[in-house]
């Protein structure tokens, strides 16, 4: 099977680019992921956008491929208890420094996100893109629609809202098939039969 190399994302001249090392070769999922980012992308920029009625959560997981669905539209949206859910279910926490140095999301199958509030009841999702990008984040924020971002253009986005403080945002590694998470490493479980 032949694979796609990856190429610059353009959805207008006000839009910053998603743009992959030009030296790998796009997987599938990596495809795919582009096309869901310059979907929200291209969203953003309508006049009167439905995508306003959408979640933070909803476009952060969306982005990252988290369920399956045709577009962004039929996603079912996620408020703040089931992101809450799927961040207990489906990742584990990891430290800021555990984020990987050379990392884009079209060229891997890891998937981070920064969360900004508590972990049981987060404010904002943003996704992890690009680690080589002054803007390494992709959400959508309350008034600006979605993009890329810094980690101080989100800080300073959210820090006092619903009291949270710069050392309120937290990292996350979504959990592979098959994978244990962190916490439950090392334990040992013992299955009764009746």
Known sequence: ???????????????????????????????????????????CARENPVYEQISTYSVALYAMGFFPCADLMSFQDVDSREAAAVLRDYFTEIREEALPNDYHILDSRDRYLMVGGDPLFPVHFAVFVDSRSPSPFF??????????????ELKNEFIGIDGIKSSDFHYFKKIGYGEIPLESRGKIYIVKND
């Open 139 to 152: 959400s959508k924020l309350p008034f600006f629609g979605s993009g890329f971002d810094s980690l101080e």
């Open 1 to 43: 099977m032949k694979t796609n190399q990856i190429h610059e994302i353009d959805v207008g001249s006000s839009t910053p680019r998603l743009i992959a090392s030009k030296s790998k070769a796009m997987s599938a999922e990596g495809l795919r992921t582009k096309e869901r980012i310059e979907e929200i992308l291209t969203m």
